[in-house]
């Protein structure tokens, strides 16, 4: 059983940055691979980045590629995601996601948090 939360949304003018952070708890959370996703309203949930426990490998969404960095710190048992350059578009709810494997599939994990806005005015 693994137990989510985000924080450190907020709102922020085109080409600034934020720092989500995702704070996990349970006794399994280090075997599972850890992701962001982010939702806008009317709009399917879709892959942000994506990191492993176990390897520290990481692993990006197209349209944010270049701009945001997935980190974790074990120790902390925290995940981290740096968020720079921002765009409106950037606009929704980011949703920090733990499953069994590496994968951009929403389907496959396991446990969510309950999401952290992020604002991105022009």
């Known amino acids: 059983q693994v137990q989510l939360v985000e924080s450190g949304g907020g709102l922020v003018q085109a080409g600034g940055s934020l720092r989500l952070s995702c704070a996990a708890s349970?006794?399994?959370?280090?075997?599972?691979?850890m992701a962001w996703f982010r939702q806008a309203p009317g709009l399917e949930r879709e892959f942000v980045a994506g990191i492993s426990w176990g390897g520290g490998n990481t692993y990006y969404g197209d349209f944010v590629k270049g701009r945001f960095t997935i980190s974790r710190d074990n120790g902390k048992s925290t995940v981290y995601l740096q968020m720079n350059s921002l765009k409106p578009e950037d606009t929704a709810v980011y949703f920090c996601?733990?499953?069994?494997?590496?994968?951009?599939?929403?389907?496959?994990?396991?446990?969510w948090g309950q999401g952290t806005q992020v604002t991105v005015s022009s």
């Open positions: 349970g006794r399994t959370y280090i075997r599972n691979a």
């Open positions: 996601a733990a499953g069994p494997k590496e994968t951009i599939y929403r389907e496959y994990y396991n446990y």
